[in-house]
């Protein structure tokens, strides 16, 4: 998906809330902001927003001097979800539908998110994604292919929602999931530490993407991570970033489980904000001319309208 | 007042929303955008938000290649609110207290804006401001300081809004008050043209303060208008960039009249985001260190809590 032009403040928003929370200094804020501003007014808004949240998060780390400020909130959020996660296995086992309700619990993780202008109630959400039906719900078809894949990667999000990935992952057969982190930190996206920490291990093999970005950008990945997302019959990709950086990937099966966090996501999915998806994706290899100006005109309507 | 982190997205916004509205070419929107937001990284966000909406605008202007890219929009706002002038009038005239009446219908007008995230609904509001109390009312001493000013100067804010400030400068003694405008267009601020539109010459003088800033920076204005600023006994300023230009000038009576339309303002006047002010400042001038550093303080405070 290409950057829309309100992607840029909400990255901007994004940088005084991470300053706010890093720094009592105001100069240091300030250069912060300035530093990200600058970024932003040097980059091509063709990329993905992935591509421009990797450039501006590299400049905050740089900024502050820190290669990971999120790392104490990442393990807070940790802690917190590590003590709901027997309560909410609890509740799967207790659904008449083990997978639909796991997979409905994997969506409610996705509220955990440091990025997008948002602040987030986990129980209140919690409660709403058992009884909320999913404006678009692919869910059974996603059980569907994952009995017949012999290969499926899961791409993980945040820190802490890796522990609702667990809850669904414990509804599919484990010895064929790969589940994969970022290869580097990068605001509160899980890396390796994190899936360790919700014990991952004990249900699919941990693999890291080798990559810096709140998202998959294929080309940024590490030769290893290409290859399993090459030979995986099954992709399930979590929140926006994996959707943002993925969703026009051509040849491969692509289930999105997310949460609409923003009016950009929200249209381009054709749903509102708060609503949950599970959405599948296959776009044919070598899309035509013809799909990819109609593509355009899209874009431009949708622009029109925002 | 000095420019929030918060003023950044917010100028930010506005450029977006400038960008749909005056080009269909996209990559002309991002070319926009980037070189604002370059200009924005490379200011002192010391300085108040209308030197930066000033260098903000110029940006904008330049790459536009339009001197005025708002003028169609104040010529529909003026027309619109010509139409409505002669019931406003009225409205005045079958109030028991014309003044307060006048005095709220001009703060009313404020609510003509195409800076600050918003979007106005002039009737409503219109209706709202002849029931609900201002949150700060200053208006008993305001009438009261008029009847003993022998000079002043009157701070237009933007077109439009123009026909709401004659209302009110009708229930003042014209032969002593001079009406100020914009000394170039910037934003949709009225100019001398939207000044004379509304026929101000007739119960004021108009003059303008040779300044493009959306606000009232008293160094970059002429020394005609500094001249008549420092003669007078009495300021009566309209809306945001007003206020947030000049509510730390020394020595100067000064009423502020406006609509609260963000939370950063809210925060600095103890208000809530809706809320119609009529607020008397007179700052004492040489204000002690221990003032500046108290000052400085809530500052702090006030960010803390953001």
Excluded: W
Aim: proline content about 4%.
């Amino acid at each position: 998906m290409k950057t829309y032009l309100e992607c840029i403040p909400c990255l901007v928003d994004q940088t005084i809330k991470i300053a706010r929370q890093v720094t009592q200094d105001e100069n240091k804020r300030e250069i912060l902001l300035q530093q990200v501003l600058k970024a932003l007014s040097n980059v091509s808004y063709n990329q993905t927003p992935p591509h421009l949240g990797q450039q501006v998060h590299g400049v905050i780390r740089k900024v502050l001097g820190n290669p990971d400020p999120f790392l104490k909130l990442k393990r807070e959020y940790n802690q917190v979800v590590k003590g709901l996660y027997p309560g909410l296995k609890q509740k799967v086992g207790s659904c008449s539908d083990k997978f639909a309700c796991a997979i409905r619990l994997a969506i409610a993780g996705n509220i955990i998110d440091f990025g997008p202008r948002h602040h987030f109630e986990l129980m209140k959400t919690i409660d709403q994604v058992l009884y909320k039906k999913p404006a678009i719900d692919d869910t059974p078809s996603l059980k569907e292919d994952i009995s017949k894949a012999s290969l499926i990667l899961y791409l993980g999000d945040n820190a802490g929602e890796t522990f609702f990935d667990r809850l669904l992952i414990e509804q599919m057969p484990g010895d064929k999931i790969y589940y994969a982190v970022r290869g580097a930190p990068v605001i509160n996206d899980a890396t390796s530490e994190d899936a360790y920490y919700a014990e991952l291990e004990k249900v699919a093999r941990i693999i890291s993407n080798g990559s810096d970005a709140p998202g998959t950008i294929l080309e940024d990945c590490s030769d290893e991570f290409k290859n399993i997302f090459d030979r995986a019959d099954l992709v399930i990709a979590k929140g926006h970033g994996n959707y943002e950086s993925l969703n026009e990937v051509e040849g491969k099966k692509i289930y999105f489980l997310l949460m609409v966090k923003c009016k950009i996501i929200g249209r381009d999915l054709g749903c509102q904000v708060g609503d949950f998806v599970v959405k599948r994706e296959e776009k044919k290899t070598g899309a035509s001319d013809q799909e990819e100006k109609s593509r355009k005109n899209q874009v431009k309507d949708m622009e029109s309208a925002l």
